[in-house]
């Protein structure tokens, strides 16, 4: 017997794996988890009879010749299925997209795409088998969830040539978009309001970290829904819920991540727990008396284990041409010319005072203001940034701020300048070996 599962708390890239791996395996049974997302539940509500899913307790483990397990790599994240953990005669294949995981497996395809359901796709993509408009529809939910809706750091090349794969066979996008909307109530709408009422933040290797901690009484669904919104509240690099039960013995975290560089599954993975670049969860039995020293331990892992692979220092331009306060604008004009360049900080004694650049000669009315220094046109509030920083976070001053240029300080002192190309060279690959 061939049985193909997933995890448990099903979401929609779990459902739609499974659903596919049964084309790609034909004579394997589909056993969904007891637990499930509120939001497949809603549409395994309408679309049960399409499926012939069967669940854990209706199968007899000892018939078992083959598990195929997808959107998943750990035994305890499966339900009810740890008997066959054991089976030296058990052929296994997994499916997934996560780092880690303890199933030793026959096969594994995991090339790290966004979403579980993108192996699968590309794999019935390479065998042409025909997909029925909702069938499209399930699996373009499953990566669009998974993805952001192609919108996460951990999207990829292939998440996208999928998507345009399932477009093509007619998947629904207003269906979809119905079903992606999780759920969110009062029990989720009382969580976030204790949240916010005094949410600790932290910087952190040039992370800002927002922490918040929640006893909860009972189940409360989609609390991940909820550290989302906490985090687009916070307006952090990354956000954390460190939710626990009225005697403080089970805890549970939940981060979301949208800095380029920090990951959220990885750091999880050192809780026991996992996750993707974007997301991640652990869950562990604790004495909660302190929740500071819950958010210590996660500044620490993101001290110790979250750096920049690439850094402002890598990609910054230097030495910096830079001019003095009482340059004349006519010797700038020409200092431009020479360089090539766009603009130059202006320092004052060696610190930097302001950034001048050619959109400022368009302040110049007179032929005779060409003798002023530049001081009187230059731009004196200076935007900058530390050289360990990432180019991403470069990106977003550039774009807050609406300017070209941001001078990288080291211990207070200017080292060096990155510019737009700096960082449209790093983000399109231009970067020299």
């Known amino acids: 017997m061939q049985i193909v599962t997933t995890h448990k708390g099903t979401d929609f890239d779990g459902l739609a794996s499974l659903i596919a791996a049964t084309m790609i395996y034909p004579d394997a049974v589909p056993v969904l988890p007891k637990s499930v997302n509120a939001n497949v539940r809603a549409f395994m509500a309408i679309h049960k009879d399409l499926f012939e899913i069967l669940h854990p307790r209706e199968i007899d483990l000892d018939e078992v ?3 195929i397990v997808v959107d998943t790599n750990s035994w305890k994240r499966l339900d009810g299925f740890a008997p066959l953990k054991d089976r030296d005669d058990l052929t296994i294949h997994v499916w997934d ?6 199933i030793k497996a026959d096969m594994v395809r995991n090339e790290g795409y966004g979403s579980a359901v993108t192996h699968l796709i590309l794999e019935l993509e390479a065998r042409r088998m025909v997909l029925t408009p909702i069938l499209a529809t399930l699996f373009l939910i499953g990566i669009y969830e998974d993805t952001g809706s192609l919108t996460y750091p951990s999207t990829t090349p292939e998440d996208a040539r999928a998507v345009a794969w399932l477009l093509d066979r007619k998947a629904d996008l207003t269906v979809l978009s119905g079903f992606l909307k999780q759920a969110y109530g009062e029990k989720q709408k009382s969580v976030l309001f204790e949240m916010m009422k005094k949410p600790d933040r932290r910087k952190v290797n ?7 901690s929640v006893p909860i009484e009972g189940h409360v669904a989609n609390l991940s829904v909820v550290v989302n919104m906490f985090l687009d509240l916070e307006n952090s690099d990354a956000a954390f819920g460190v939710f626990y039960d ?4 089970k805890c549970m975290i939940i981060g979301r991540s949208k ?16 996750g993707h670049p974007g997301a991640g969860a652990a869950q562990f039995k604790s004495d909660f008396h302190n929740p500071d020293a819950v958010f210590t331990m996660l500044c620490n892992l993101v001290e110790n284990d979250q750096v920049a692979s690439v850094q402002l220092g890598d990609i ?10 009482t340059t004349p604008m006519e010797a700038l004009g020409e200092l431009l010319r020479e360089r090539g360049c766009t603009g130059v900080p202006v320092t004052d004694n060696g610190k930097v005072v302001g950034v001048i650049s050619r959109r400022d000669f368009k302040k110049l ?5 060409l003798k002023s220094p530049v001081k009187a046109y230059m731009t004196p ?3 900058e940034i530390e050289a360990e920083k990432s180019p991403l976070e470069a990106a977003r001053l550039m774009i807050k701020h609406d300017i070209g240029r941001v001078p990288v300080v080291e211990n207070g002192e200017m080292i060096g300048i990155v510019t737009r190309t700096d960082v449209m060279r790093y983000y399109y690959d231009l970067i020299p070996d």
């Open 65 to 67: 010749t083959q598990l």
């Open 97 to 102: 997209h996560h780092h880690g995981g303890d």
């Open 206 to 212: 040039g992370y800002t970290l927002s922490f918040a």
């Open 246 to 249: 009225g005697e403080g013995s």
């Open 259 to 274: 800095a380029e560089h920090l990951d959220m599954g990885k750091l999880m993975r050192n809780l026991g727990g996992g």
């Open 316 to 325: 910054m331009s230097f030495p910096v041409v830079s001019v003095e306060t």
């Open 365 to 369: 009315r007179k032929e005779k203001q």
């Open 381 to 383: 509030s200076v935007v």
